[in-house]
């Protein structure tokens, strides 16, 4: 996992998991954690999560004990084990439990050149277009086609293709196409030395 402030990409859909807000339902007028109240009509997704999740471990102590006890024995550890990443800690300057939302997983690159298109997003068409830098990416690219570039590797797209149902605008909120930007730096052929690589994974 690493923060938003790392991998610099689209951060909408980090925001959203932190800024969300829904209706309480059956917990309109219950406690929230940590003192903070009553539940109202409305509350942040995250915290009713974790309230949700929180009261069902504890209301099944045994069973989540024994869930422990099992894990340990079988040797998955459970204890002191060190989150991995580039996790945040803070939210505006201030701790939040929810601050480590507010980051990506860095996914394997095992079989990369299967999982078209990039990003988290799924605003990079192909591994080719990913490692040029931010402002070379394609801005639009037609999706809804299956038919794969080996080449680039990706999807074939095209500003305008017909064939395509949908176009992707990078412009919009949510469909960003930044960050990854350590590969700006390399020449033409360093970057498809790395896609040809990329390809054996």
Request: negative net charge; charged residues 20%.
């Amino acid at each position: 996992m690493w923060g938003l402030e790392h991998v610099k990409t689209d951060p909408t859909e980090a925001m959203n998991a932190i800024n969300a807000v829904a209706p309480t339902g059956v917990l309109k007028g219950a406690k929230m954690p940590g003192g903070a109240g009553e539940y109202g009509d409305h509350a942040p997704v995250a915290v009713m999560l974790a309230d949700l999740v929180e009261g069902i471990l504890v209301k099944n102590v045994d069973a989540t004990a024994k869930a422990v006890e099992n894990a340990v024995r079988n040797g998955n550890g459970l204890k002191d084990l060190p989150k991995e990443g580039k996790y945040p800690s803070t939210i505006n300057g201030e701790e939040s439990p929810f601050a480590s939302l507010l980051a990506y997983k860095a996914r394997p690159l095992n079989g990369i050149w299967a999982t078209a298109p990039y990003l988290h997003n799924g605003a990079v068409p192909t591994l080719y277009d990913l490692l040029l830098p931010e402002e070379e990416r394609p801005q639009t690219f037609t999706v809804g086609r299956m038919e794969f570039d080996p080449v680039k590797v990706g999807f074939v797209h095209a500003a305008d293709d017909a064939q395509a149902p949908f176009v992707y605008d990078t412009t919009l909120p949510g469909n960003l196409n930044t960050g990854h930007n350590f590969t700006s730096k390399l020449t033409e052929d360093e970057r498809w030395a790395l896609v040809e690589y990329l390809k054996t994974l």
